[in-house]
């Protein structure tokens, strides 16, 4: 008869948070450090998440190594996260959550999450890391004004994580310490404050947004702005205006 795993007590007794810019290579690092994390610890299951309505890829996927792999989906609101990441607790394992931004929100026009159901969050997963879970999460420290998200602020501020933040390579000045996830309208840096999360979701194969104006029959129809995300470093950074 199977025994039960005990719940472990490890130096690895803190949430480990991967944090940076767009292109900062966070996924890499996310499945680096779990995998080499599942060698030491064999007897815990390796349990990769991804919020659910994050549709660029059917898994975890990091650009760097073209590696992809198998996640499960985590519910598009607070209570379902919870509900999910709560049946973790009675067998501890090795839980894996990349883009910690979208986790807990819908695509609706307020998706953000409050600070209550951030803090809930939260706590579920200083919970399960006193349960013997060992927790590695990765996401953006900050949207493309310099707004920190709910989740993420608490992350930081946390003295049960340890953060280890990334930088990228700069789109303009092609420096290595590009820090900045600068959004790009039609080429152009975004002036106004708009919402945190833009998602343009369009086909490889779509070409009608590198041209000036899309024609149905006779009758011009103006085409859709292309957004864009890039990294800048400090200096090439521009900010929109409030």
Do not use: W
């Not at 707004?147 to 608490?154: A, D, I, K």
């Amino acid at each position: 008869m199977t025994q039960p795993i005990t719940p472990i007590r490890t130096a690895l007794r803190l949430i480990t948070a991967i944090l940076g810019c767009m292109f900062s290579e966070k996924s890499a690092a996310l499945i680096a450090s779990a995998r080499r994390c599942s060698y030491g610890y064999p007897r815990l299951k390796l349990v990769f998440y991804k919020p659910v309505h994050d549709k660029r890829k059917e898994g975890v996927y990091t650009r760097v190594s073209e590696t992809l792999v198998e996640a499960n989906d985590l519910p598009g609101t607070p209570e379902g996260v919870l509900n999910t990441l709560r049946e973790h607790l009675q067998k501890p394992c090795i839980i894996v959550i990349d883009e910690l931004q979208f986790v807990g929100i819908s695509e609706d026009e307020h998706p953000l999450l409050s600070e209550e159901e951030a803090q809930q969050i939260m706590d579920l997963l200083i919970e399960l890391m006193r349960a013997g879970c060992i927790i590695f999460v990765a996401g953006l420290d900050a949207d493309y004004a310099c707004r920190p998200f709910p989740l993420t602020r608490l992350l930081q501020a946390s003295p049960y994580v340890n953060k280890r933040c990334l930088t990228a390579v700069c789109e303009r000045c092609k420096c290595d310490s590009a820090t900045h996830s600068q959004l790009l309208i039609d080429g152009e840096p975004a002036s106004g404050m708009e919402s945190s999360y833009i998602v343009e979701k369009l086909e490889e194969d779509d070409s009608s947004h590198a041209v000036g104006i899309e024609t149905t029959g006779l009758e011009p129809k103006p085409r859709k702005p292309v957004h864009a995300y890039v990294p800048r470093c400090i200096d090439c950074y521009v900010p929109p205006l409030a």
